[in-house]
C-alpha cells in the first residue's frame, strides 16, 4: 500500500462523521443529532494545528487552534452551540499527494445565532498526516454568511 493509500484510509477513518452524515442526509429533512467525531478527535496529534481561514476578528473561527484540547473543545463544545443541523450534501471525495490529503464535500448548516441557513458550501478539508496522525487541519469555505450574522 502506498502512502497516499494510506494516508486516505486514515482521511476517511477522520471523516466518518461525514460519510455517516451524507447517508443520514440522503433520507432525512431535519433534526439530527450531533455528530461522532470520535474518529477525528483520536487521530489528532497532540500539537495538531486548525484553521478556517476568515477574518481574524470572526467569532469562534478568526484565528488557529493550536493543540488537541483546543481543536476538541471547539469541536465538541462550541460548534455544538454555534452550528445546528449540518447536512452533507455531497459524499466527500479523497485526493492525496505524500502526507496530504484534500477532502472535497459540501454541507450546510444553520448558524443557530441568526438561525441563518448556510447553503451548499464547497468545502476543502486539507489534513496533513505525519506518523499516521493529523500534524495540520485547514478547512477551506465560503464564510461570508458567517461573518454577516456575526457582524449585525
Request: net charge negative.
Amino acid at each position: 500500500m502506498s502512502k497516499e493509500e494510506r494516508n486516505i484510509e486514515l482521511a476517511r477513518q477522520a471523516c466518518s462523521h461525514l460519510e455517516a452524515r451524507f447517508v443520514e442526509s440522503q433520507s432525512q429533512r431535519d433534526g439530527f443529532g450531533p455528530l461522532d467525531y470520535s474518529h477525528f478527535l483520536g487521530l489528532l496529534a497532540d500539537d495538531v494545528v486548525f484553521h478556517v481561514p476568515c477574518p481574524a476578528n470572526t467569532p469562534y473561527y478568526g484565528g488557529e487552534f493550536t493543540g488537541k484540547s483546543a481543536v476538541t473543545k471547539l469541536f465538541l463544545e462550541d460548534d455544538a452551540e454555534i452550528v445546528a443541523d449540518l447536512r452533507v450534501e455531497r459524499r466527500p471525495e479523497y485526493v492525496a499527494t505524500g502526507d496530504r490529503v484534500v477532502v472535497l464535500t459540501a454541507y450546510s448548516y444553520t448558524i443557530t445565532k441568526t438561525n441563518t441557513l448556510a447553503e451548499n458550501k464547497e468545502i476543502a478539508l486539507v489534513l496533513d498526516f505525519r506518523d499516521g496522525l493529523i500534524q495540520r487541519a485547514i478547512e477551506i469555505q465560503d464564510m461570508s454568511e458567517w461573518s454577516l450574522a456575526y457582524s449585525r
